[in-house]
């Protein structure tokens, strides 16, 4: 079974970038996407932005300028790479792979954004 293990999270300062990678222990062009999701205290898990197969790339309408997915197949990772980040951003995000109806999550890492 896939092991996803993220990476990178932390504090920042309000406005501030922070990079996420997430490792894969598959070859990334198994799957059929791979992607990040976020869950905020209190809140439902949510969809960040995904890359499919294809390098196609989708995100959640409010996070796209600021969010930006990307993948290195030679080392089987995915990254996202976030700025201007906001304390609404404040969240455990994970790392996902889909192999048609079953996703694999990652353990998640907390992203705390504050002044």
């Known amino acids: 079974q896939v092991q996803l293990v993220e990476s990178g999270g932390g504090w920042v300062q309000i406005g501030g970038p922070l990079r996420l990678s997430c490792s894969s222990s598959?070859?990334?062009?198994?799957?059929?996407?791979m992607g990040w999701y976020r869950q905020a205290p209190g809140k439902e898990r949510e969809l960040v932005a995904l890359?499919?197969?294809?390098?196609?790339?989708k995100y959640t309408g409010f996070l796209q300028g600021r969010f930006m997915i990307s993948r290195d197949g030679d080392k089987n990772m995915i990254y996202l790479q976030m700025n201007d980040l906001k304390p609404e951003d404040t969240a455990t995000y994970y790392c996902?792979?889909?192999?048609?109806?079953?996703?694999?999550w990652g353990q998640g890492v907390l992203v705390t954004v504050s002044s």
């Open positions: 996902s792979a889909r192999e048609l109806s079953h996703t694999t």
């Open positions: 598959e070859n990334i062009f198994f799957f059929n996407d």
């Open positions: 890359i499919n197969l294809a390098g196609l790339t």
